[in-house]
């Protein structure tokens, strides 16, 4: 099956030329990292996580979306969701290997990371965090690759698959609720230090996750006349938006909390977010950049007829996909250090070495899912034809 | 043919796993461990604790408070880089409201008129008894030893920098690039870090394993740094707390830190 | 064999790479690496025997016993007692890494990480203006 990467159009070729010259890039700025040490970002004494962590965060809930494919489909047997469940499955692997992609590049001593399994520490959330990462890339590894490759040759699925799908489905929860118990279990940070922390990370994955596989969707059937199917994407799309809709009223309740219990420390976060504190603003423009796209694309994820405009609905998707990026990719992070414990400011801005970085690894999760994605649009085509 | 690949596959996996396990074949058949002791003149304890005098040092003045920082750094090999973002600090000067953001108000600056810009106030790693940082570690690279100090293995550490986040006093700093171009002056028995890894306060325990005081403690002429066992009852720590009032950084996160405070 | 010729001469090619080392050579080891040993101290901590081949036990045995132990007083075979320490007991003997440790750490091409935190003796700090702390 995986020949079918090595053939494509002229347009394919290009793209996987462009992903690998961002990823080729991204490495020589880490080559330069990796000599000089984490000090090439803007990451500092107080705001020690940044732009690789958030990165890490925001993505460990798109690769748990996979499961609002694989549960319907799989639990409840929702024919719809037949044709794009491997392709939910194929982001999970990308993501996922984003995910540990970003923390190998974020540690101060990567050639240590074998440390974590040397010495294992079950106390620390990070070891568990190793734990359900790696196998969660593992499970969607083997099921998506068994029921494809059976599926080429036109077999049912084995049943031993079927306990590792069904195993798939809590394991997907747990990937970033283990996330969310980094940030929710640790005292010093008032930011971080609330019970919806791991429910705001259900919220926000299956609304990102989602999102951008409806995006994904379009794209293939533009390039490739794949069609998942209307009520494929028609359910996907209701499931944005009650995530989306989860996930602003679990702002809500953040900010009703913080603001009417009008604790100092608590509050300083989201003031120095929103509107600047002690005259440092530097994040502000962002927020409501993130806030703002977030209640217009879900006011208009809410009314059937935006919703159901084909046109409109992958700009609606594109919106809560960025908001949220925003949100848990930089400001979640960053804003738990800012201000420090000691309640003084220091701000954060990515230098550019940072950047590309990012993108390059960015990048390998593209190269990734596209040849994933070759092989299994590859192999559904072959089968309607 | 296609039988016999896979008879001859199974075989030769099996035949790894069977090589692959002569190392731990190897390291269970080790001979019994060498001996070791501890340093005759070391000093031990049950829990060791540190009590910062805080009026002490209004006598003696902002650079009593100085000469404790540049003692530890100096002995330390910590790095100076002159600014904010890449600091590596162990011990350091903060005024009162941010080392005790909860307890500030705004009569405390009633007491410039004494002279008193702020209160300055000595911070470092509290080497809590239920330390966060112990917690979180994912590798164990930073463990609370049976004598109460919080101690750092530099070998082990893969500076993930989780321990960072997770202390409530901001004790903690990593090494974002190679520290020895920064170093002013170089104790020789002392190694230093590398980039990558996080470093604190160490309560001076290879001071205390020959017999000395932590640097701080001795730079501070006056007392105004005491340190010892607080289930000693004869301690210097245990006498001040008897005499004085003393709080504690943050108390109510449930850390136990160990460093109380004379105010 | 289908493509005989190309497979033969491929693995002829591959010998004659995999054997490099030894026909370059003409079967003449390169000479071996010579220490420079302390003049003043005739005994190593342990047997040279020993030291020689694990040295590198030791040291993370020592590392592991001072660190996480507290305990920093080793008891050698011969009952001598040693401080446990790379800078301050192995070097100040040995007194120089370039003549001793590297010489058989770069004939066998491996780079023991310990220099990048343990000063060695030759380590001088680098001439650069270090900024003051600013308050």
């Not at chain 1, 608590?266 to 440092?280: E, R, T």
């Not at chain 2, 049950?46 to 540049?70: P, Y």
């Not at chain 3, 591959?14 to 101290?41: M, N």
């Amino acid at each position: 099956m995986f020949e079918k990467v090595l053939t494509g159009s002229k347009g394919y070729y290009v793209w996987i030329l462009i992903l690998l010259g961002v990823i080729g890039f991204g490495f020589l700025n880490y080559l330069k990292q990796w000599t000089i040490g984490l000090g090439v970002t803007g990451m500092s004494r107080d705001v020690s996580w940044a732009l690789y962590i958030g990165q890490f965060t925001f993505l460990v809930g798109v690769a748990a979306s996979a499961v609002m494919l694989v549960l319907p489909y799989y639990l409840h047997d929702y024919k719809a969701f037949g044709k794009i469940t491997i392709l939910g499955e194929f982001v999970a692997v990308a993501a996922v290997t984003m995910c540990v992609t970003f923390i190998i590049v974020d540690l101060g001593r990567p050639d240590r990371a074998f440390n974590v399994m040397l010495y294992p520490s079950p106390e620390s959330i990070l070891f568990w965090d190793m734990v359900v990462l790696s196998v969660y890339m593992m499970l969607n590894l083997l099921v998506g690759w068994t029921v494809l490759g059976c599926e080429k040759r036109g077999a049912p699925p084995p049943s031993w698959i079927k306990p590792f799908i069904y195993l798939s489905i809590p394991w997907a929860f747990s990937i970033h609720t283990v996330t969310a118990f980094l940030y929710a279990g640790l005292p010093g940070r008032g930011f971080w230090l609330t019970a919806v922390m791991a429910p705001r990370f259900l919220g926000s994955a299956f609304a990102a996750g989602p999102a951008l596989l409806i995006i994904l969707c379009y794209l293939v059937k533009r390039l490739t006349g794949f069609d998942a199917g209307r009520e494929a994407i028609k359910t996907l799309s209701k499931i944005v938006t009650y995530a989306m809709l989860a996930t602003l009223f679990f702002m809500g309740c953040e900010l009703f909390t913080v603001y009417y219990s009008q604790i100092p420390e608590h509050m300083h976060h989201f003031a120095y977010l929103f509107v600047g504190l002690h005259g440092k603003a530097s994040l502000v423009p962002v927020m409501w950049v993130s806030a703002t796209l977030a209640i217009v694309a879900t006011v208009l994820l809410v009314i059937p007829t935006t919703r159901n405009n084909t046109t409109l609905l992958p700009i609606l998707c594109a919106m809560v996909f960025a908001s949220l990026w925003i949100e848990k990719g930089i400001s979640l992070t960053v804003g738990g250090f800012i201000p420090n414990p000691l309640e003084s400011i220091t701000e954060y801005a990515p230098t550019f070495p940072e950047f590309f970085i990012t993108l390059g690894v960015w990048g390998i999760g593209a190269l990734i899912l596209t040849l994933l994605y070759k092989v299994a649009v590859s192999v559904r085509l072959e089968e309607e034809a | 043919m296609d039988k016999t690949r896979r008879d001859f596959l199974k075989i030769a996996g099996i035949s790894a796993l069977g090589l692959g396990s002569t190392p731990l074949r190897a390291a269970l058949a080790e001979s019994a461990a060498p001996k070791v002791e501890p340093t005759p003149e070391a000093l031990g304890a049950k829990r060791w604790a540190m009590v910062v005098d805080l009026k002490k040092f209004q006598q003696s003045g902002e650079a009593a408070m100085k000469a404790c920082v540049d003692a530890c750094h100096s002995i330390h090999n910590v790095p100076d880089w002159g600014n904010v973002k890449d600091e590596v600090k162990w011990i350091w000067t903060t005024g009162f409201g941010h080392a005790f953001p909860s307890q500030e108000h705004k009569y405390l600056h009633d007491l410039e008129e004494h002279g008193m810009k702020g209160v300055p106030t000595a911070v470092m790693c509290n080497h809590c008894d239920n330390p966060p940082c112990v917690r979180v570690c994912p590798t164990k690279a930073t463990f609370k030893r049976k004598d109460g100090i919080v101690l750092m293995d530099f070998h082990r550490c893969i500076g993930c920098r989780f321990c960072m986040a997770a202390c409530p006093y901001g004790a903690r700093s990593l090494n974002w690039k190679d520290p020895r171009g920064h170093i002013k002056t170089l104790n020789r028995e002392f190694p230093t870090r590398t980039r990558g890894v996080v470093e604190k306060c160490n309560f001076c325990a290879e001071r205390l394993a020959v017999g000395k005081q932590p640097a701080c403690v001795d730079a501070c002429k006056n007392g105004e740094i005491l340190f010892g066992d607080l289930e000693d009852s004869n301690s210097d720590v245990r006498k001040a707390l008897r005499e004085q009032f003393a709080i504690r950084r943050k108390p109510q996160l449930g850390t136990q830190p160990q460093v109380y405070y004379i105010v | 064999m289908y493509n005989a010729g190309k497979i033969i001469v491929g693995i002829i090619i591959f010998l004659v790479l995999f054997t490099f080392p030894f026909w370059y050579s003409k079967g003449k080891p390169g000479p071996a690496p010579k220490l420079e040993l302390p003049k003043d101290a005739k005994q190593c901590v342990e047997a040279t025997a020993y030291m020689k081949a694990s040295h590198m036990q030791l040291l993370d045995s020592w590392r592991d016993s001072v660190v996480r132990d507290g305990n920093r007083i080793y008891v050698s075979a011969s009952g001598k007692k040693y401080n446990m320490s790379l800078q301050n007991t192995c070097l100040k003997c040995h007194k120089t890494r370039e003549k001793f440790c590297d010489r058989c750490h770069n004939y066998v091409d491996v780079t023991p990480k310990c220099w990048e935190c343990h000063i060695a003796p030759e380590y001088k700090l680098p001439k650069e203006k270090v900024a003051l702390r600013s308050e």
